[in-house]
Protein backbone atom coordinates (compact mmCIF):
# COMPACT_ATOMS: atom_id res chain seq x y z
CA UNK A 1 0.00 0.00 0.00
CA UNK A 2 0.96 3.32 -0.64
CA UNK A 3 1.20 5.76 2.57
CA UNK A 4 0.86 9.39 3.13
CA UNK A 5 0.25 11.68 5.54
CA UNK A 6 -1.19 15.58 5.78
CA UNK A 7 -0.35 17.55 8.33
CA UNK A 8 -2.40 20.70 8.41
CA UNK A 9 -1.33 23.97 11.09
CA UNK A 10 -4.17 25.75 11.30
CA UNK A 11 -4.78 28.99 13.88
CA UNK A 12 -7.11 26.75 16.54
CA UNK A 13 -5.66 23.24 15.70
CA UNK A 14 -3.22 21.34 13.99
CA UNK A 15 -4.56 18.29 12.26
CA UNK A 16 -3.69 14.85 10.80
CA UNK A 17 -4.83 13.26 7.72
CA UNK A 18 -3.62 9.83 6.96
CA UNK A 19 -4.18 8.42 3.37
CA UNK A 20 -3.49 4.85 1.84
CA UNK A 21 -4.27 4.03 -1.65
CA UNK A 22 -5.76 7.16 -2.61
CA UNK A 23 -8.22 6.47 0.63
CA UNK A 24 -8.25 8.36 3.65
CA UNK A 25 -7.85 6.08 6.65
CA UNK A 26 -8.43 8.43 9.26
CA UNK A 27 -8.04 12.34 10.42
CA UNK A 28 -7.23 13.34 14.28
CA UNK A 29 -6.69 16.78 15.77
CA UNK A 30 -4.64 18.55 18.95
CA UNK A 31 -6.02 21.62 19.55
CA UNK A 32 -2.69 24.19 19.94
CA UNK A 33 -4.52 27.18 19.40
CA UNK A 34 -1.37 28.62 17.60
CA UNK A 35 -3.06 31.86 16.56
CA UNK A 36 -3.82 32.87 20.41
CA UNK A 37 -3.72 36.51 20.77
CA UNK A 38 -2.58 37.70 16.76
CA UNK A 39 -5.33 39.66 16.52
CA UNK A 40 -3.57 42.50 18.98
CA UNK A 41 0.02 41.59 18.53
CA UNK A 42 0.44 39.74 14.94
CA UNK A 43 3.50 37.14 16.70
CA UNK A 44 2.75 33.95 17.48
CA UNK A 45 3.73 33.58 21.27
CA UNK A 46 6.32 31.21 22.55
CA UNK A 47 4.24 29.13 24.06
CA UNK A 48 1.79 28.79 21.19
CA UNK A 49 4.59 27.74 19.36
CA UNK A 50 5.91 25.45 21.50
CA UNK A 51 2.70 23.33 22.07
CA UNK A 52 1.98 23.65 18.01
CA UNK A 53 5.51 21.69 17.23
CA UNK A 54 5.22 19.23 19.76
CA UNK A 55 1.74 18.91 18.21
CA UNK A 56 3.17 18.54 14.84
CA UNK A 57 6.23 16.08 15.95
CA UNK A 58 3.97 13.65 17.80
CA UNK A 59 1.75 13.42 14.43
CA UNK A 60 4.80 13.16 12.43
CA UNK A 61 6.27 10.41 14.58
CA UNK A 62 2.72 9.05 14.23
CA UNK A 63 2.41 8.91 10.52
CA UNK A 64 5.61 7.28 10.60
CA UNK A 65 4.95 4.73 12.94
CA UNK A 66 2.08 3.77 10.42
CA UNK A 67 3.91 3.47 7.24
CA UNK A 68 4.02 6.57 5.73
CA UNK A 69 6.72 7.06 2.92
CA UNK A 70 5.78 10.81 2.84
CA UNK A 71 4.77 13.62 5.32
CA UNK A 72 3.49 17.09 4.38
CA UNK A 73 2.81 19.70 6.43
CA UNK A 74 1.01 23.08 5.25
CA UNK A 75 0.17 25.90 7.23
CA UNK A 76 -2.51 28.88 6.96
CA UNK A 77 -3.79 32.32 8.28
CA UNK A 78 -1.58 32.07 12.25
CA UNK A 79 1.89 31.63 10.47
CA UNK A 80 1.12 33.40 7.08
CA UNK A 81 0.20 36.62 9.09
CA UNK A 82 2.56 36.62 11.54
CA UNK A 83 5.70 38.84 11.97
CA UNK A 84 7.43 35.75 13.41
CA UNK A 85 6.15 32.90 11.54
CA UNK A 86 9.30 32.03 10.16
CA UNK A 87 10.07 31.63 13.50
CA UNK A 88 7.83 28.83 13.95
CA UNK A 89 8.87 27.35 10.40
CA UNK A 90 12.62 27.04 11.56
CA UNK A 91 10.72 25.59 14.43
CA UNK A 92 9.26 22.68 13.30
CA UNK A 93 12.24 21.87 10.76
CA UNK A 94 14.67 21.87 13.87
CA UNK A 95 12.41 19.36 15.79
CA UNK A 96 11.20 17.15 13.21
CA UNK A 97 13.23 17.68 9.89
CA UNK A 98 9.84 18.67 8.03
CA UNK A 99 9.56 22.20 6.00
CA UNK A 100 6.66 23.78 6.51
CA UNK A 101 4.16 24.88 3.61
CA UNK A 102 3.15 28.53 4.27
CA UNK A 103 0.04 28.74 1.96
CA UNK A 104 -1.26 31.90 1.01
CA UNK A 105 -5.17 32.94 1.38
CA UNK A 106 -6.08 32.42 -2.60
CA UNK A 107 -4.60 28.87 -2.37
CA UNK A 108 -6.32 27.99 1.33
CA UNK A 109 -10.16 28.74 -0.76
CA UNK A 110 -8.40 26.29 -3.69
CA UNK A 111 -7.63 23.30 -1.77
CA UNK A 112 -10.42 24.13 0.20
CA UNK A 113 -12.99 24.05 -2.77
CA UNK A 114 -11.20 20.94 -3.91
CA UNK A 115 -11.38 19.00 -1.02
CA UNK A 116 -15.22 19.78 -0.35
CA UNK A 117 -16.56 19.50 -3.98
CA UNK A 118 -13.95 17.62 -5.70
CA UNK A 119 -14.84 17.69 -9.62
CA UNK A 120 -18.71 19.18 -8.55
CA UNK A 121 -19.82 22.78 -8.55
CA UNK A 122 -20.82 24.72 -5.70
CA UNK A 123 -19.41 27.54 -2.96
CA UNK A 124 -17.30 27.08 0.10
CA UNK A 125 -17.55 28.71 2.98
CA UNK A 126 -14.32 28.07 5.12
CA UNK A 127 -14.09 29.43 8.73
CA UNK A 128 -10.96 28.73 10.39
CA UNK A 129 -9.29 29.98 13.53
CA UNK A 130 -7.91 33.53 11.88
CA UNK A 131 -9.21 33.67 8.36
CA UNK A 132 -12.31 32.69 6.84
CA UNK A 133 -12.39 31.50 3.06
CA UNK A 134 -14.85 31.80 0.49
CA UNK A 135 -14.54 29.96 -3.16
CA UNK A 136 -17.13 29.32 -5.97
CA UNK A 137 -16.87 27.10 -9.06
CA UNK A 138 -18.79 26.72 -12.01
CA UNK A 139 -18.94 24.32 -14.83
CA UNK A 140 -15.76 23.13 -13.36
CA UNK A 141 -13.77 26.12 -13.05
CA UNK A 142 -13.12 28.08 -9.98
CA UNK A 143 -14.33 31.40 -10.69
CA UNK A 144 -14.07 33.25 -7.47
CA UNK A 145 -11.60 32.90 -4.33
CA UNK A 146 -11.05 34.62 -1.26
CA UNK A 147 -9.75 35.28 1.97
CA UNK A 148 -10.45 37.39 4.83
CA UNK A 149 -8.92 37.69 8.22
CA UNK A 150 -11.60 36.54 10.14
CA UNK A 151 -11.89 33.54 12.22
CA UNK A 152 -12.80 32.30 15.48
CA UNK A 153 -9.58 32.80 17.45
CA UNK A 154 -9.56 36.44 16.26
CA UNK A 155 -13.01 36.65 17.03
CA UNK A 156 -12.56 35.77 20.49
CA UNK A 157 -9.47 38.01 20.95
CA UNK A 158 -11.12 40.75 19.62
CA UNK A 159 -14.71 40.31 21.14
CA UNK A 160 -14.98 37.81 23.80
CA UNK A 161 -18.30 36.18 24.25
CA UNK A 162 -19.79 40.03 23.47
CA UNK A 163 -23.03 38.38 21.54
CA UNK A 164 -23.60 42.69 20.49
CA UNK A 165 -19.87 43.30 19.96
CA UNK A 166 -19.35 40.02 17.83
CA UNK A 167 -22.49 40.70 15.94
CA UNK A 168 -21.26 44.68 14.74
CA UNK A 169 -17.84 43.36 13.86
CA UNK A 170 -19.40 40.20 11.76
CA UNK A 171 -22.03 42.84 9.86
CA UNK A 172 -18.60 44.89 8.99
CA UNK A 173 -16.54 41.87 8.17
CA UNK A 174 -19.00 40.58 5.32
CA UNK A 175 -18.58 43.73 3.23
CA UNK A 176 -15.52 41.91 2.05
CA UNK A 177 -17.32 38.54 0.39
CA UNK A 178 -19.73 41.58 -1.36
CA UNK A 179 -18.94 40.23 -4.77
CA UNK A 180 -19.21 36.78 -4.33
CA UNK A 181 -21.10 34.97 -7.35
CA UNK A 182 -22.60 32.53 -4.41
CA UNK A 183 -24.56 29.49 -5.97
CA UNK A 184 -27.15 27.43 -4.64
CA UNK A 185 -25.21 24.67 -3.46
CA UNK A 186 -23.47 26.00 -0.34
CA UNK A 187 -20.82 23.87 1.50
CA UNK A 188 -19.26 24.90 5.16
CA UNK A 189 -15.94 23.05 5.71
CA UNK A 190 -13.88 23.39 8.95
CA UNK A 191 -14.10 22.87 12.68
CA UNK A 192 -16.99 25.34 13.63
CA UNK A 193 -18.95 23.92 10.60
CA UNK A 194 -18.85 20.41 11.50
CA UNK A 195 -19.03 20.86 15.16
CA UNK A 196 -22.18 22.76 14.63
CA UNK A 197 -23.93 19.96 12.78
CA UNK A 198 -22.54 17.41 15.12
CA UNK A 199 -24.89 19.54 17.61
CA UNK A 200 -27.54 20.05 15.11
CA UNK A 201 -27.83 16.09 14.83
CA UNK A 202 -27.42 15.91 18.47
CA UNK A 203 -24.71 12.78 18.03
CA UNK A 204 -23.49 11.21 21.71
CA UNK A 205 -19.78 10.25 19.08
CA UNK A 206 -18.71 12.03 15.74
CA UNK A 207 -19.53 10.70 12.68
CA UNK A 208 -18.04 11.90 9.65
CA UNK A 209 -20.24 10.42 7.53
CA UNK A 210 -22.95 11.82 9.45
CA UNK A 211 -22.08 15.12 9.66
CA UNK A 212 -20.93 15.14 6.03
CA UNK A 213 -24.44 16.05 3.90
CA UNK A 214 -26.22 17.68 6.94
CA UNK A 215 -27.82 20.74 6.26
CA UNK A 216 -28.67 23.86 8.34
CA UNK A 217 -30.74 26.41 7.42
CA UNK A 218 -30.32 30.26 8.76
CA UNK A 219 -33.29 29.33 11.21
CA UNK A 220 -31.18 26.47 12.66
CA UNK A 221 -28.34 28.23 13.08
CA UNK A 222 -29.94 31.02 14.92
CA UNK A 223 -31.32 28.24 16.93
CA UNK A 224 -27.89 27.04 17.90
CA UNK A 225 -27.00 30.32 18.54
CA UNK A 226 -29.74 30.76 20.78
CA UNK A 227 -28.96 27.90 22.89
CA UNK A 228 -25.02 28.32 22.94
CA UNK A 229 -25.37 32.04 24.12
CA UNK A 230 -27.54 30.85 26.91
CA UNK A 231 -24.38 28.19 27.79
CA UNK A 232 -21.30 29.31 30.12
CA UNK A 233 -18.13 28.01 28.29
CA UNK A 234 -17.84 25.19 31.03
CA UNK A 235 -21.15 24.30 30.15
CA UNK A 236 -21.08 24.02 26.75
CA UNK A 237 -17.15 21.83 26.92
CA UNK A 238 -19.74 19.62 28.40
CA UNK A 239 -21.78 18.76 25.27
CA UNK A 240 -21.72 15.53 23.70
CA UNK A 241 -19.23 15.43 20.51
CA UNK A 242 -17.76 18.89 21.15
CA UNK A 243 -13.99 19.00 20.44
CA UNK A 244 -11.39 20.06 23.16
CA UNK A 245 -10.17 23.99 22.24
CA UNK A 246 -13.70 24.62 20.71
CA UNK A 247 -16.16 25.44 23.32
CA UNK A 248 -14.69 28.91 23.73
CA UNK A 249 -14.88 29.96 20.45
CA UNK A 250 -18.26 28.09 18.66
CA UNK A 251 -20.29 30.74 19.62
CA UNK A 252 -18.56 33.31 17.77
CA UNK A 253 -18.13 31.41 15.46
CA UNK A 254 -21.67 30.40 15.03
CA UNK A 255 -22.75 34.64 14.77
CA UNK A 256 -20.13 34.85 12.05
CA UNK A 257 -21.93 32.37 9.65
CA UNK A 258 -25.10 33.82 10.22
CA UNK A 259 -23.54 37.23 9.35
CA UNK A 260 -22.58 35.40 6.11
CA UNK A 261 -25.54 33.73 5.64
CA UNK A 262 -28.04 36.96 5.76
CA UNK A 263 -25.42 39.26 4.26
CA UNK A 264 -24.80 37.16 1.29
CA UNK A 265 -28.45 35.61 1.56
CA UNK A 266 -27.83 31.89 1.82
CA UNK A 267 -31.14 30.13 3.22
CA UNK A 268 -29.09 26.97 4.10
CA UNK A 269 -25.43 25.55 4.07
CA UNK A 270 -24.66 22.06 3.91
CA UNK A 271 -21.78 21.01 5.89
CA UNK A 272 -18.72 19.04 4.91
CA UNK A 273 -16.10 16.95 6.69
CA UNK A 274 -14.11 16.62 3.45
CA UNK A 275 -11.69 20.37 3.05
CA UNK A 276 -8.58 21.43 3.05
CA UNK A 277 -6.64 18.34 3.99
CA UNK A 278 -7.92 16.27 1.04
CA UNK A 279 -7.30 19.08 -1.48
CA UNK A 280 -4.19 19.64 -0.15
CA UNK A 281 -3.22 15.47 -0.53
CA UNK A 282 -5.23 15.61 -4.31
CA UNK A 283 -2.42 18.53 -5.21
CA UNK A 284 0.30 15.74 -4.08
CA UNK A 285 -1.22 13.09 -6.14
CA UNK A 286 -1.92 11.16 -2.69
CA UNK A 287 -6.01 11.05 -3.41
Known amino acids: MRKYAVIDVGSNSVRLMFVADGKVLYKTLSTTRLGEGIAQTRTLSESAISRTVSAVGAFYDRAQKDGAEQVAVFATAAVRSAINGTAFVQAVKDACGLQVDVIDGQTEAEIGASGA ?77 TTLAAQFLQLEKYNSDLVTGTRITIEDMHNLADKLSSLS ?25 IALM ?19 AQRKGWL
Do not use: H
Not at 163 to 185: M, S
Open 233 to 257: IEETAKLPCMPTGRADVLLGGTLWL
Open 117 to 193: LGTGDGTIIDVGGASTEIAVKKDGKLIYKESVNVGVVRLKDVCGRDIRALQVYCKDKTVAFANAPITLDVYAIGGTA
Open 262 to 280: EDLKIPAIVVSDRDNLEGY
